[in-house]
């Protein structure tokens, strides 16, 4: 089996753009549950409502595949499994470093879905001598003074960085250096990166706050009808007690939010 070393996804040189990569797994994902029972053909629009999009966005980004579906059939779920599992690389061997092995690291470590994805994790990392040699998910911890060979010796082209904020640019630039193309940052901060490495973050303090300002507007949008009858002339003041947490932010007028 090839690996990521010395194949890499051409779908930037076919002109695919980024957008539509980005929901690719959302459709692979809908598709294998449905190859998964043995579902031989889906529409368009049932496929889209699985993915979550709409679907003339869907039969448009399976057109820069080449996939275009019969009329009255649909689209084949194996044809389309293997177009898509090729377009992202997934028909090949991906090995993966991951570097930190705190409570996360070990977490994304004994995560199953690697191993079906195409992703091999072919070393844990860590700077800490104790955790050396320890087993996790049935891999040896290995000391970060080994980074450099164990990268050369298992063609890994994939680092994973699940490191505190402090250590992770320093981790990232010996991958860089080491030859590692492309990075997946678990780490709260922005890592700098040269040219043709590409960077992905998961940051889920941000994604927490993204929920909670919708749910924020939520509680407004409810709580407004009873505070535009509040409102209405000859109605009786109340006073409103803050929010939990709330107060002015430091200009005085903008409330203040949840540090980053």
Known sequence: MATGRTHRPATRSRGIPEATVARLPLYLRALTAL????????????????????????????????????????????????????????????????????????????????????????????????MAGKPVAGLPVRHTDELESIIRDNGVSIGVIATPAGAAQQVCDRLVAAGITSILNFAPTVLSVPDGVDVRKVDLSIELQILAFHEQRKAGEESGPAAAAAARPGAPARASAPAAGGGKGPEGDVPAVMPA
């Open 35 to 130: 190859s998964e029972r043995s579902v031989p053909t889906v529409s368009s629009e049932e496929l889209a409502a699985a993915a979550g999009v709409n679907s003339a966005k869907l039969r448009k980004d399976f057109s820069y595949l080449g996939s275009y579906g019969t009329r009255g059939v649909g689209y084949d779920v194996e044809y389309l499994v293997y177009q898509i599992s090729r377009e992202l690389g997934l028909t090949q061997d991906w090995p993966v470093v991951i570097v930190g092995i705190g409570n996360l690291g070990a977490a994304l470590a004994n995560y199953g879905g690697f191993a079906s994805r195409g992703f091999r994790v072919a070393a844990l990392i860590d700077a800490d001598p104790a």
